[in-house]
Nanobody
Framework: QVQLVESGGGLVQPGGSLRLSCAAS????????MSWYRQAPGKERELVAH????????NYADSVKDRFTISRDNAKNTVSLQMNSLKPEDTAVYYC????????WGQGTQVTVSS
């Protein structure tokens, strides 16, 4: 019933851009703070970006600050991550996450930055 479905991943050259989207269903989306996490092979999962339930405040990992932008549209039950100036170090599986009284995870979408 509860679903977070990511899309928009793929292969991109260094310096390029991608926009990830996450479609939510099965819960009251506007109550939930949303985040994007990522995990590279052999590495811990890390928080990339966070946005409050209203979209009034955002936070970013230092490694992506000034390159990535998180946004949400509560009318459409979606959260997005605009990724610019991509680097090979950004290669990872990116996960959508929601938290209120419970927490939910998406299945992940692969982002590969390579020439």
């Amino acid at each position: 019933q509860v679903q977070l479905v990511e899309s928009g991943g793929g292969l991109v050259q260094p310096g390029g851009s991608l926009r990830l989207s996450c479609a939510a269903s099965g819960f009251t989306f506007s109550w939930y703070a949303m985040s994007w996490y990522r995990q590279a092979p052999g590495k811990e999962r890390e928080l990339v970006a966070h946005i409050t339930n209203t979209g009034g405040s955002t936070n970013y990992a230092d490694s992506v600050k000034d390159r990535f932008t998180i946004s949400r549209d509560n009318a459409k039950n979606t959260v997005s991550l605009q990724m610019n100036s991509l680097k090979p170090e950004d290669t990872a599986v990116y996960y959508c996450h929601g938290r209120f009284l419970n927490e939910y995870w998406g299945q992940g979408t692969q982002v590969t930055v390579s020439s």
